[in-house]
């Protein structure tokens, strides 16, 4: 063999080696790092999270001074606590024992690039420093590929998936923004620009006030009404503040929702902490008065607390539609002002009188034809004939 030739060879097994060590993905004889990929990370010392994916959405929380979770730039709309607690204690669960790849070539295809990954989330501890750690693509049912921030090396877990890191704000939210029992509603009245529209529910149903001779009340349209104020939900809160191009000094449609509450009497009489006052006889100097024994029914009745019906009135305030055929909306029983879609919005915005009437053409429709009785046949006397014949 010339010289040449072996040159070329040393040169040629040389790359092999090199080739193998870089674009092969490590296997279980791979140098395995042991503990935890975030190194004393602890979930009660985190102060704000910035969730990230690739296509441009993104969401951040913090923990305000009540140590609550909030939207910040939502003036701290809170969110839902199981939502953040499950991502911390999955960060904190992610191990170094399972590595999958230590050459930054492998990112883009694991989905762990820094241009290019899953999710990116970004956390903020209380002492000013960030950790960030990139969550790719999935491995199987519960399995994800994920690396830090600043390494070149890959690992795959089973303490967190890109699903249940959403990047989007509903996903963190309860998006449920006003709720009351349906069958508890006895009155609406809704307002807008067609008109005032009341409705009341007595013993034998709904009914429309101030229906006029001729009308009929079609009671199915209450239904769909029921169905749009007993639960209301937002796409995304929007704030305390309005903006003067929702106008809701003069809103699109105001409702008006009356409920019947169950409350325990007495519990809105009287300050914490107040002692009764003592009673006139005991002020008095004389013989002692026997107490009576009370019964065993009369003591569990004066322990049991009374349980009272009150009425309680809601309002709810619709604004002018907003960019994307949303409107803005907020309850008197929050402080939020929220985003509902359209269909939400319009079902009281377009509602007008002849909406809650049945047309004569329906109730013709409705009514069954008369079907004529047809007249019964007389019976022959069979029995006096045989009688008289015999």
Known sequence: MTRTNQVLSVLLIA?????????????AGSIQAAGPLLAGFEPDNVVKITVEDGTGSSVVVQKSEQDEWVLPDKDNYPVQMSRVQDLLNGLKG??????????????????V???????????????????????????GASAAHVRLDGEDTVYLTNALASWQVPARLTSWINTTYFTVPRDRIVALQIENANGVFQLQKADDGWRLVGL??????????????LTGVSTIRMTEPLGKEPDPEWNMDEPAARILITVQETVTAGTEQGGEGEAPLPSVDSLLVGTATPEATASPEAEEAEATPAVETVEKTYEIKI????????????SSESEFYVRVS?????????????DFLITPEEQAAETPTATATPEA???????DDESRGE
């Open 212 to 225: 006029e001779e001729g009308e009929t009340f079609d009671p199915q349209s209450v239904e769909r009404l």
């Open 113 to 139: 690039a820094s241009n290019d990954y899953e999710r990116l989330i970004t956390v903020e501890l209380a002492d000013g420093t960030k950790q960030v750690v990139y969550l790719g693509s999935a491995s």
């Open 319 to 330: 604004g002018q539609v907003l960019a994307g055929s949303n409107y803005p909306l907020i």
């Open 15 to 27: 790359q092999i080696i090199l080739a193998v060590f870089l674009l092969a993905p490590d296997d």
């Open 377 to 383: 046949t007389a019976t022959p006397q069979t029995g």
């Open 342 to 354: 359209a269909a939400t919005a319009q079902t009281f915005i377009d509602l007008k009188r002849e």
């Open 94 to 111: 992610i191990n170094r024992n399972r590595l999958i790849a230590r050459n930054p070539a492998n990112h883009s295809r694991l989905r």
